[in-house]
């Protein structure tokens, strides 16, 4: 729809499948715009001079949209003048509630069926749920032959006759095989993500890279044997890597709705192939619990969440250096 992009936008149109599965086209189904936010490509002030030298960015974004039941999921792609691309999805639509016989929290009693939800109405409970996405990213840096490249970055005790205590280096290993490429997210263990080509060097010697740069994510509670965790088996980790195959198109299988679990990323990742120097494909999830508030109702507010694809050491300098004052 129109009211979905900025009125200068340029819209395109996609061939989707319809309900029994046929090709069907569909005018309008994305937009192509640019933007200024107010946002600040680079910034610096020089105290010795008192000056200050800033940038103004500009991004380039394809926006589609997806109404999938009783959600509208908004799917940003941001290519940005310093080589870096988001990856924005906002979140909105219509929670799924159900009727109770409450008119507010203070006529339930213990056990009364409020455990599960919140309400957001009276005699209306939205039921507490996840949103699990998984992005599969087919990264040719510089050239087919990549190679998942993990810096961990590690604390290190220092010489107790000094003033500092501590700091940190960066400790270096590349993903050999598709299990040692399964990976978590954890603030206790950071750790940098990065598609490099081991054949090809930047200018100061590293292999050129793309950094996947994550953000807020979640992990699911559900139980392994519940079937939906096992349809989604691709929850089980933040990061997957693959060799490119034509037909491993979608993670949790051809089928998920059929499935009986296990199929899409854990089945194809059991053979456990290299993933070392060749064509690569990353597999990202993202997710989000959503706990409702009353604020959500009757029409959710957009909330975004998202990720990043940045250069690292593929460029000699910052490529937005020099943007127009």
């Not at 599965?21 to 020089?46: K, M, V, Y």
Request: with cysteine.
């Amino acid at each position: 729809m129109w009211v979905d992009c900025p009125a200068y936008a340029t819209y395109l149109a996609a061939v989707l499948a319809d309900d029994q599965g046929a090709p069907s086209s569909q005018p309008n189904a994305l937009c192509l715009f640019e933007r200024t936010a107010g946002d600040i490509a680079w910034r610096h002030f020089e105290i010795v001079h008192g000056q200050t030298e800033s940038r103004q960015g500009r991004e380039l974004v394809v926006r589609y949209i997806a109404a999938i039941g009783n959600y509208d999921y908004i799917f940003d792609w941001v290519f940005r003048q310093d080589g870096s691309i988001k990856v924005a999805l906002g979140t909105s639509g219509i929670e799924q509630v159900k009727a109770v016989k409450h008119r507010g929290v203070a006529d339930a009693q213990p056990g009364e069926g409020l455990a599960y939800g919140r309400l957001v109405a009276a005699h209306t409970l939205a039921i507490h749920h996840d949103h699990f996405f998984n992005f599969r990213l087919d990264l040719d840096v510089d050239g087919a032959q990549n190679s998942l490249h993990i810096g961990e970055l590690t604390p290190v005790a220092l010489a107790p006759e000094g003033l500092r205590r501590s700091t940190y280096t960066v400790r270096s290993r590349v993903a050999k095989t598709e299990q040692e490429a399964k990976l978590h997210i954890r603030m206790d263990r950071p750790a940098l993500w990065q598609v490099i080509n081991p054949q090809k060097t930047g200018p100061l010697g590293y292999p050129v890279s793309y950094e996947l740069v994550t953000s807020h994510t979640a992990m699911s509670l559900l139980s392994p044997q519940d079937y939906p965790q096992r349809r989604a088996g691709f929850t089980d980790y933040h990061l997957w890597v693959t060799p490119f195959h034509p037909e491993e198109r979608y993670a949790g299988g051809m089928y998920p709705n059929q499935s009986h679990g296990g199929d899409g990323l854990p089945r194809w990742t059991q053979a456990d192939r290299a993933v070392e120097d060749t064509d690569i494909v990353l597999w990202y999830t993202l997710g989000l619990h959503h706990v409702v508030r009353a604020e959500d109702w009757p029409v959710m507010p957009t909330v975004w969440h998202g990720f990043e694809l940045r250069p690292f050491d593929f460029f000699a300098r910052n490529p937005a250096i020099d943007l127009p004052k």
